[in-house]
């Protein structure tokens, strides 16, 4: 069984009278900056000159360069992007890091895979919220959090993870529960989670089972409703409930097709080819092709957002939405 912090195992004093520099201002940083700063903690934005430090301002949030902010610092959360954040530590972080200081990270990615090799005097600990920064910070208005996975990679001070545990807290991953891991096994699973399951193989399972209806002469309304518009009600009831209190609810009807041609659809060829992806992902193989796309400009990945956003189905939805929420009449 895993190990359980909640928000009794963990103490804010370990980050009081302490600077937090969140680097970079997207939907995870913002959100966390946010958070941190209401449980009374010191936060600083560090970001390069764009949108996002603008909106930093509006937030009320000092903000100043990268390196400066990695001067004045004690922790410095890294939540940039997975595939910029190599070449920023090396050129802004690096030169300016001193002995002591934190490195957290959000993800265990760049870690993980090596990409970023950090001293031995810096401790090295990772807090991965399970859920997008917008979720991050509805949850914690509202009084409760989202979990957080914790790691450690590094323990130069000793209190690695009391830091760890206290950001978790900060940003209300202790009010949910948070669950220790590697940064390795973090990393692995999330990749694998997003591209077999919840992203890559529900986006292809979805567009099949469009693209069977139509070609099958069913209408594309019909066909996106079943296939596409109806997904939420069953992840709420799994979210819920999990997939029995989920049973519970649907029909015999639907139970007695979902436990018998289920299997059918996803069976042990989808799983050996699971266990193929897996192994990319363990062995590197996915961080390298991914790496290597951003470095040639991303021809393949441009592309094939192209043609999803190019779909027929993204149109049927489109209109069906536009109907739904604004009373409006599908486009013809």
Same mark, same amino acid.
Request: glycine share 10%; aromatic share 8%; proline share 4%.
């Given at each position: ?25 997207? $939907?995870?940083?913002?959100? +966390? ?17 764009? &949108? ?10 000092? &903000? ?7 001067? &004045?610092?004690? !922790? ?51 807090? $991965? ?6 979720? @991050? ?27 760890? !545990? ?11 529960? @948070? ?28 567009? $099949? ?6 070609? $099958? ?10 296939? #596409? ?5 069953? #992840? ?58 951003? @470095? @040639? ?9 192209? +043609? ?25």
């Amino acid at each position: 069984m895993a190990d359980l912090y909640y928000d009794s195992d963990a103490d804010l004093s370990a980050l009081k009278n302490k600077t937090i520099a969140t680097l970079g201002y997207g $939907a995870q940083g913002r959100a +966390q900056a946010l958070n941190l700063r209401d449980s009374g903690l010191q936060v600083i934005v560090g970001a390069r000159p764009g &949108r996002s430090m603008d909106r930093a301002a509006e937030d009320g949030f000092e &903000r100043c360069p990268i390196a400066e902010a990695t001067e &004045r610092a004690d !922790l410095l959360a890294m939540l940039i992007n997975d595939e910029y954040q190599r070449d920023l530590y090396n050129e802004s972080i690096f030169p300016h890091l001193q002995p002591g200081k934190t490195l957290l990270f959000a993800h265990g990615f760049n870690i993980a895979f090596g990409q970023i090799p950090p001293p031995s005097y810096v401790d090295v600990i990772m807090v $991965a919220p399970v859920g997008v920064g917008e979720l @991050v910070r509805r949850l914690y208005l509202q009084g409760s959090g989202a979990p957080c996975l914790i790691a450690v990679h590094h323990d130069y001070s000793g209190s690695a993870k009391a830091t760890a !545990l206290a950001y978790a807290k900060a940003i209300g991953g202790t009010r949910a529960g @948070v669950i220790e891991t590697t940064f390795k096994e973090e990393c692995e699973t999330d990749l694998f989670g997003e591209q077999a399951v919840i992203v890559g193989g529900l986006t292809a399972l979805l567009t $099949a089972g469009y693209e069977t209806l139509t070609e $099958a002469g069913y209408q594309p309304e019909l066909a996106y409703f079943e296939c #596409v518009h109806q997904l939420k009600l069953i #992840v709420d009831l799994i979210y819920e409930r999990g997939i029995s209190g989920m049973r519970q609810a649907i029909s015999d009807t639907a139970l007695y097709g979902d436990l018998t041609r289920g299997p059918r659809i996803v069976n042990d060829e989808t799983k050996a080819r699971m266990r193929e992806l897996l192994k990319e992902i363990q062995d590197g193989r996915f961080a390298r092709d991914w790496l290597q796309e951003n @470095v @040639v400009g991303r021809p393949v990945f441009g592309s094939l957002l192209k +043609q999803g956003e190019d779909h027929p189905m993204e149109q049927v939805g489109k209109n069906l939405r536009r109907m739904a929420t604004e009373g409006a009449k599908p486009d013809s």
